[in-house]
T-cell receptor
Framework: QKEVEQDPGPLSVPEGAIVSLNCTYS??????FMWYRQYSRKGPELLMY????GNKEDGRFTAQVDKSSKYISLFIRDSQPSDSATYLC???????????FGTGTRLQVTL | DTEVTQTPKHLVMGMTNKKSLKCEQH?????MYWYKQKAKKPPELMFV???????INESVPSRFSPECPNSSLLNLHLHALQPEDSALYLC?????????????FGSGTRLTVV
């Protein structure tokens, strides 16, 4: 079993839809949770960073962490074609330097 | 400056060539990383530098040789690579390895080994 599981998609939604992206994980030591957006042939861009359980909102993006269920989510409201990209969840334990990534979910927002 | 700059953006090299990838950041970050990413796969950690010293080598073959000449610069020297080493090579940085509020990644060098 992988430490981090993420549905690879592709996920196709119409413009304006609410998108829900999810990851599950098995390592209870993970405390820091991130979402990255990666456009084709570009490096990943940090979207959201959260510590432990709870919600965090930034504009159209909301990140949720449920440590009891080992489940994290990223919601995108009013999705735009420019949101079409691969979304990677990542997490790390304590002061560990290494990030463990999910496989990424490819999102396509259509007009 | 909030960027990590990687050069070159694209590189094609033969299996007998020697080349180097360069990464630069001016955010005062003291942790720098090399990752390798194959198509439709997540990034895989190769090396971690902390305060210019190598702290993690993820059992990377010796044909990849990292170097950190100063706190702003990270190089990856390549020699006798194989076609399966073709990938996107990503550099990243963070404040320190311990206080790591997510990495800042560069745009990567797309390497093709022929």
């Amino acid at each position: 079993q992988k430490e981090v599981e993420q549905d690879p998609g592709p996920l196709s939604v119409p413009e304006g839809a609410i998108v829900s992206l999810n990851c599950t994980y098995s390592n209870s030591a993970f405390q820091y949770f991130m979402w990255y957006r990666q456009y084709s042939r570009k490096g990943p861009e940090l979207l959201m960073y959260t510590y432990s359980s709870g919600n965090k909102e930034d504009g159209r993006f909301t990140a949720q962490v449920d440590k009891s269920s080992k489940y994290i989510s990223l919601f995108i409201r009013d999705s735009q074609p420019s949101d079409s990209a691969t979304y990677l969840c990542a997490m790390r334990a304590g002061t560990a330097s290494k990030l463990t990534f999910g496989t990424g979910t490819r999102l396509q927002v259509t007009l | 400056d909030t960027e990590v700059t990687q050069t070159p953006k694209h590189l094609v090299m033969g299996m007998t060539n020697k080349k180097s990838l360069k990464c630069e950041q001016h955010m005062g970050h003291r942790a720098m990383y090399w990752y390798k990413q194959k198509a439709k796969k997540p990034p895989e950690l190769m090396f971690v530098y902390s305060y210019e010293k190598l702290s993690i080598n993820e059992s990377v073959p010796s044909r990849f040789s990292p170097e950190c000449p100063n706190s702003s610069l990270l190089n990856l020297h390549l020699h006798a690579l194989q076609p399966e080493d073709s990938a996107l090579y990503l550099c990243a940085s963070s404040q320190t390895t311990a206080f790591n509020y997510g990495y800042t990644f560069g745009s990567g060098t797309r390497l093709t080994v022929v």
